[in-house]
């Protein structure tokens, strides 16, 4: 039987400081009703979609921090966006800095939500490759994520969508390629990104004019390897100074770009993903069961070097 999932990634433009999640909301449902009326099923949502990017600053005020954070979601001022997946049928993933009680104190997590097209949650993921520094580090382009945020303890969970079993990856996590790995291992058949990239880092001037290769490189590679879709979805433009990168995709299990934001701004796009492709693309290369040796893989070679960084 034939297996469709029609994904929209919903490219979000930069959000100021003094933008209320209200009005965050508003944008994200305003693109949630084109990607519907589009044909999608579901909407993929950036990273941190519902704040400006923070970890840009040096904050050390705890409640100042905490404003950032989510203690409940959706809560009052984000229900319009799961009330508007269930108005319109679709379902979307999205992501959010969650802050969660725990013996006495608050952990926080950079997040993603994947909510049904009843508006209900259907599963969760914590970022696991948390990048940057808890403090600034002279000469490098400041990136306080481990200030904020502890690393995941999700693992690599796969859930299921309509039918199709859907993962999920926050940002940095795309770069690791057993992240794809793990996921593709977990059964997982559409791979799902938000990020939040700045379009410069001053530690790797040499670099520079190879952010936007090495945004899609990874992702490519991931798709391709694995044979799994990718959709990933940036939140993009200047944001309070520092401009991210977009370059919003949806990528095939060839590893091919089959749709592009073209913007740095809220932008949607749509593609109808033949998951029929995923066991296409294996049999050319990635059949896991016939070809991984994974018990071998463990004796061969050394452990040493920098496997134990
Ligand atoms: N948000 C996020 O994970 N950004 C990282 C940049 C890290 S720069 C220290 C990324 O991989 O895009």
């Known amino acids: 039987m034939d297996r469709f999932l029609t994904v929209a990634v919903c490219q979000s433009g930069p959000i100021q400081r003094a933008d209320s999640r209200s009005a965050v909301i508003a ?17 993929v949502f950036p990273e941190m979609a519902l704040t400006t990017f923070f970890p840009r600053w040096e904050l050390s005020d705890p409640t100042e921090i905490l404003s950032f954070f989510e203690q409940e979601f959706p809560g009052p001022e984000t229900q319009p966006l799961f009330d508007a997946a269930k108005g319109l049928g679709i379902g979307f993933a999205i992501g ?32 696991m490759h948390v990048p ?73 001037p040499r670099l520079a004019h190879l952010r936007m290769f090495h945004n899609h490189l990874p992702m490519q590679a991931g798709a391709y390897q694995n044979t799994v879709w990718v959709a990933a979805c940036a939140k993009a433009g200047e944001e309070e100074g520092q401009m ?33 492709m995923n066991a296409e693309c294996a049999r050319a290369g ?24």
């Open 27 to 43: 944008r994200l449902v305003a693109m949630l009703e084109r990607a519907a009326a589009g044909g999608a099923e579901l909407a």
């Open 96 to 127: 959010y800095c969650e802050a969660v009680a725990d013996g006495g104190h608050l952990r926080r997590f950079n997040s993603m939500l994947l909510v049904g097209t009843d508006g209900e949650r259907v599963g969760h993921f914590r970022k």
């Open 132 to 204: 940057g520094s808890e403090e600034p580090e002279e000469g490098v382009t400041v990136h306080l994520e481990r200030r904020y945020f502890e690393p995941g303890n999700t693992g690599f969970p796969v859930f299921t969508f309509k039918g199709v079993r859907v993962g999920m990856l926050i940002c940095n996590d795309r770069r690791w390629p057993e992240a794809y790995r793990m996921l593709a291992l977990n059964g997982a058949e559409v791979v799902l990104i938000g990020y939040n990239t700045p379009l410069v880092l001053t530690e790797t």
């Open 244 to 276: 991210l990168i977009g370059g919003s995709c949806i990528i095939a299990p060839s590893g091919e770009i089959v749709a592009q934001a073209t913007s740095l701004g809220d932008e949607v796009i749509i593609h109808r993903a033949d998951i029929g």
């Open 286 to 309: 990635f059949d896991f069961a016939r070809y991984r040796r994974p018990a071998e893989y463990a004796l061969i070679g050394t452990q040493a070097g920098r496997a134990g960084e």
